[in-house]
């Protein structure tokens, strides 16, 4: 791997590199070209599969609500440093309306209309839920009227009438976004998709991770998802039923096991959402 990081820093001209994060997607460092302090992703084959479609996305927002994609091949990336502050430390300050606001914001920068551009080739929603709905048909087939099958049942609906559909973000929440010191909140680790927009603001119900009583509170919920639809300008009954069943996806994912807090936490959004969803507007 030091053979690996030597390479790029030569190829972009990097100095100074420091660790920031090691998983099994690879190893991301900061970094200085010239002056400029950037980060440099170097991937794993994992890392390489898994960032394909954020790098899409990166090039197709160029910078409106997200990092720069300053450079790139199939192993390495090379992006905008976003800045020190993670908006999730504005709501352990006890300003999480205001966090809210923040991330309608820069949703509403990365959805922007483009007339001009071509929309490229992500992967879809109806592909995203491939495991609740995997979840959900083993529930039925066994007789059982649970959360997923409820959940499945408000997807399909809300994926049968899409609305504003764009390209997304695909993991928009507290922990990726930054303060930039120049350009203001930025958005970075896309996953990179492509469906209605609603879909991007219903991870904000389920985080940040930081603020677990806040996040599992039914009243917390409510206003966060009525600051989103009203700084977005949608129905906050459509938005609650995309965090319904984006919340019972995360908790059909195969590595949220049984009995897990991960779990739980996203089972209790699911049920504090649930009663508030609305596919009449």
């Not at 949703?107 to 995997?134: C, D, M, V, W």
């Not at 940040?208 to 409510?222: G, H, I, M």
């Amino acid at each position: 791997m030091i053979d690996h990081l030597n390479y790029y820093l030569r190829l972009w001209r990097l100095r100074d590199p420091e660790p920031v994060a090691h998983s099994p997607r690879g190893d991301v460092y900061t970094a200085y070209q010239n002056t400029e302090k950037v980060v440099l992703k170097l991937l794993t084959p994992i890392g390489v599969e898994d960032e394909a479609d954020g790098v899409v996305a990166l090039r197709y927002f160029d910078g409106h609500g997200a990092v720069r994609l300053l450079a790139h091949d199939d192993r390495a990336h090379l992006l905008e440093y976003a800045g020190d502050e993670e908006l999730a430390q504005m709501v352990v300050r006890g300003d999480d309306l205001a966090a809210a606001a923040v991330i309608a914001e820069v949703l509403n920068k990365l959805h922007r209309p483009q007339p001009e551009a071509l929309i490229p080739q992500l992967r879809t929603l109806p592909e995203r839920f491939h495991s609740l709905f995997n979840t959900a048909a083993q529930d039925e087939a066994a007789g059982k009227e649970s959360i997923y099958v409820r959940g499945a049942r408000v997807a399909r609906q809300l994926l049968a009438n899409p609305q504003d559909e764009c390209v997304l973000h695909g993991d928009i929440q507290h922990h990726n976004i930054r303060l930039h010191p120049v350009r203001g909140w930025l958005a970075y680790d896309p996953k990179g998709l492509y469906g209605e927009r609603l879909y991007d603001a219903a991870n904000t119900l389920c985080n940040p991770a930081t603020a677990r009583d806040r996040v599992l509170s039914e009243e917390r919920l409510l206003q966060v998802s009525q600051v989103l639809a009203d700084k977005m300008g949608v129905p906050v009954g459509r938005l609650r039923a995309f965090g319904f069943a984006y919340a019972c996806l995360s908790a059909s994912w195969p590595d949220k096991p049984e009995g897990s807090d991960i779990k739980h936490w996203f089972l209790t959004v699911a049920r504090n959402t649930e009663r508030h969803v609305d596919l009449s507007a």
